[in-house]
Nanobody, 124 residues
Framework: VQLVESGGGLVQAGGSLRLSCVVSGFTLDYYAIGWFRQAPGKEREGISCESSSDGNTYYAESVKGRFTISRENALNTMYLQMDSLKPEDTAVYYC??????????????????WGTGTQVTVSS
């Protein structure tokens, strides 16, 4: 089982990035997915998650209206489109999944599969 993020990098404030996470060893169809981030000195936080059963999505208030989570089950890939980036979005971003068709949360302890992270740095 493997989750591999890509798409991170350095961007100016106001810019956009699209993170991708390709999974292998399992299929996304019946998994809830999520994107989390961890800034230096801070705890990892859930910023966006999507259930498998009904596609219900959750966004943290800090990213609502700017970030969009999506998935392409046929490609075993999940995405996080990040627009209007701010310096406070700087963090390591992780994709995650949990093998629960009905999970609708976005908690770190609710996920059981994790990627290794990709750095996103937003300059002012």
């Amino acid at each position: 089982v493997q989750l591999v993020e890509s798409g991170g990098g350095l961007v100016q404030a106001g810019g956009s990035l699209r993170l991708s996470c390709v999974v292998s060893g399992f299929t996304l169809d019946y998994y809830a997915i999520g994107w989390f981030r961890q800034a230096p000195g801070k705890e990892r936080e859930g910023i966006s998650c999507e259930s498998s059963s009904d596609g219900n999505t959750y966004y943290a208030e800090s990213v609502k209206g700017r970030f969009t989570i999506s998935r392409e089950n046929a490609l075993n890939t999940m995405y996080l489109q990040m627009d209007s980036l701010k310096p406070e979005d700087t963090a390591v971003y992780y994709c995650a999944a949990v093998g629960s068709y009905y999970y609708t949360g976005c908690r770190v302890d609710g996920m059981d599969l994790w990627g290794t992270g990709t750095q996103v740095t937003v300059s002012s």
